[in-house]
Structures are given as C-alpha cells and as structure tokens.
C-alpha cells in the first residue's frame, strides 16, 4: 500500500471528549477532508467505533488507521499526538473480509448485513434456542440446543468468540470458527473450524415459542427463522497498523496470555 508523500486525512471520532479534542487538535494541523475525498482515514475512539466506521466507510475502500481513545482497543495503534504522516508510512496493512449474513425472519422478511467480528445468533427469552445446523447445505447438526451460536472471522476471533470459549484464528488462515453458546444438547460439542468459503446456514426450530435473534456486529435483527453467512467476496477493508503492534502479531500474543 502506497500513500502520497502529504496524504489527505479524514479525521472521525467517537463522541467522547477524549476523542473530539484530539480530532479537533490533529485537524488543525493536518487540515480535515470528507472520507469520500481522503487518501486514509483516521479513526479515533475504541474498537465499538472502529466498527462502526468500516460499516459507514468500508465501501469506500479507504485504508484505516485507528488511535485508542476508547475502553477496547484491539483494532487501534496507540494515540500519539506527534508524527501522525511518518507513522502512516511506516504502517503494515491487514486486509480484512467480513462475513455477509442473510437472515429471514419468522415474517419472510430478508436482512442482510457485514460483518467483520461476527454472526451470532442468541436466544431472545428464558428458554434455550433450538438449532439446526447445515454446512454448504448439508446437515451437520440436527438439533443443538444452547443459548445461541456465533460464526467469527480471524479478526474478530478473539472477541465474542473466545469469551465464548472457541478458538482464536490467527490472521489470514482463511478459516472461520463455528462456537456455540452455553451448549446443553450435545452438551460434548466445542464447535468446528472451516474453511472461510463454508456457506453456514443456520436454521431455527420452533421459533415462536423459542424465539431467536440475529446480529451481524452490533446490527440485530428480531425474530429470526434462519440465516445464512458466508465470506464476502467482493468487500475487503485494509486496516493499518504500526509495526512494532501489528494485528496479527496480537492476535499471536493473544494465545499466549495467561
């Protein structure tokens, strides 16, 4: 990736006070350009907003630089006021592919959205949700009773999904983990890991008393009969990182600590 010697910055913070002040103050320095006009974009808040910004702008297809000036920060460098140009320079670039969800609701209605942690679906009530689970169309689990199921990429395979005791994927290793919630039937399954381009199709078992959602990211949709999620093919995002912190080298560390 190649950025022009003065890149054209486009400065977008979370609303904490924390962030607007340092947009504020970087803007006056490097000027602030509408993200359809940037050569990058500089993301500036905690993780929640960096995802939020890959929703709004990932179309774009501009690289995103992100700074910590929020509660989680695995997706962003450090905030440092000083040689903001020089780091963009020497940043390394992870490209992401998110997953695409389609999900049907007890309606008819179809929905679909990215995403670039995680599919989940989650019970919506005190009883358990009933699943039957199909991979590029074949049945792999008839029944699987639980509090939900998640899909994660490898970025997001450390979030949700390790809380959720599966697997952290590291970086560009073109697989997906499939992790359930609380399983209680088959109480002895942990899950699968597949192949990236895996067509997942998730299908919910007596939906109106057991009523389930579905969330792409933290985009929910109610009352869901099943979906389907599989790797977006035509949307990638480049996030860039400093080198010394690269993502896939926390993504490594992450499976070392205690």
Request: glycine residues 6%; hydrophobic residues 40%; aromatic residues 6%.
């Amino acid at each position: 990736m190649s950025l022009p010697a003065q890149p054209r910055i486009a400065f977008l913070a979370s609303s904490t006070p924390e962030a607007q002040a340092a947009r504020q103050g970087f803007a006056k320095v490097f000027g602030d350009h509408a993200p359809e006009e940037a050569d990058v974009l500089c993301v500036l808040g905690g993780d929640g907003f960096m995802l939020h910004t890959l929703h709004r702008h990932g179309a774009l297809g501009k690289p995103v630089y992100g700074m910590k000036l929020g509660t989680v920060g695995f997706l962003m460098n450090q905030h440092r006021p000083e040689s903001l140009v020089e780091r963009l320079h020497a940043a390394e670039a992870a490209v992401l592919k998110p997953l695409e969800m389609a999900a049907t609701s007890e309606s008819g209605a179809t929905v679909r959205l990215l995403a670039y942690n995680e599919v989940s679906m989650l019970r919506q009530t005190r009883q358990t949700a009933h699943l039957r689970i199909s991979l590029n169309g074949q049945v792999r689990l008839e029944e699987l009773v639980c509090d939900g199921v998640l899909v994660a990429t490898p970025a997001g395979s450390t979030a949700y999904n390790f809380s959720a005791h599966g697997p952290i994927l590291p970086l560009g290793s073109q697989v997906v983990a499939l992790t359930p919630i609380a399983a209680f039937r088959p109480r002895r399954w942990r899950g699968a890991l597949l192949r990236s381009d895996t067509v997942v199709r998730i299908e919910v078992l007596d939906g109106h008393k057991r009523p389930v959602s579905a969330t792409a990211d933290s985009h929910e949709v109610r009352d869901v009969a099943e979906i389907e999620v599989r790797e977006a093919t035509e949307r990638t995002v480049t996030l860039l990182f400093d080198p010394e912190h690269n993502l896939e080298e926390r993504i490594l560390n992450e499976q070392f600590t205690t």
